[in-house]
T-cell receptor, first 114, second 113 residues
């Protein structure tokens, strides 16, 4: 069974630009969560989607948004990029609500903002 | 909101040494507990998890963890480490019904041959 895939794997943007990251969950998984990993703040939860609806949201500004499609694929968007948005963005998928909460992580997209 | 503390930021051990990594959480209710590992250049992988039942949990690659409710702790142990255990280890919690994980800051383990 294929794992969680994320595209692109690496991205370089400049301040003020916007970026869209993509995540394809494991086949059959309906829940997708996004995390930001930085050396200073560690791993922080961004948001979670289930059945195309945002279920939970972390403490990030409105510049960070996401969506989920009917095939469970998810995208996250960051607008008006800042230097501090440079991070590894991780996507995790799980079967769904009440299914043990185990999340399987993808390899991440490394975003560098110049 | 819950929080997780990992007090050991960087641990250096020789092969065959025993390992114990500390994890304490702060939350008044029921929690699910996890240990994840991130090998160099690889993605996060689940080592073990605790939801309920026996507080001593066995995971992959010879790792185990013990949930001590009175101490709000979930320490990770391995009796004899190998060079291949060099990685970063993250303790995480969530609450039943919510997948959002709260992670600790991580412990970088370096095993010297």
């Amino acid at each position: 069974k294929a794992g969680v895939t994320q595209t692109p794997r690496y991205l370089i943007k400049t301040r003020g630009q916007q970026v869209t990251l993509s995540c394809s969950p494991i086949s059959g998984h309906r829940s997708v969560s996004w995390y930001q990993q930085t050396p200073g703040q560690g791993l922080q939860f961004l948001f979670e989607y289930f059945s195309e609806t945002q279920r939970n949201k972390g403490n990030f500004p409105g510049r960070f948004s996401g969506r989920q499609f009917s095939n469970s694929r998810s995208e996250m968007n960051v607008s008006t990029l800042e230097l501090g948005d440079s991070a590894l963005y991780l996507c995790a998928s799980s079967l769904g609500q009440g299914m043990g909460n185990e999340q399987f992580f993808g390899p991440g997209t490394r975003l560098t903002v110049l | 909101a819950q929080s997780v503390s990992q007090h050991n930021h960087h641990v250096i051990l020789s092969e065959a040494a025993s390992l114990e990594l500390g994890c304490n959480y702060s939350y008044g209710g029921t929690v699910n507990l996890f240990w994840y590992v991130q090998y160099p250049g690889q993605h996060l992988q689940l080592l073990l998890k605790y939801f309920s039942g026996d507080p001593l949990v066995k995971g992959i690659k010879g790792f185990e963890a013990e949930f001590i409710k009175s101490k709000f702790s979930f320490n990770l142990r391995k009796p004899s480490v190998q060079w291949s255990d060099t990685a970063e280890y993250f303790c995480a919690v969530n609450v039943p019904g919510r997948r959002a994980l709260t992670f600790g800051s991580g412990t970088r383990l370096q095993v010297q041959p």
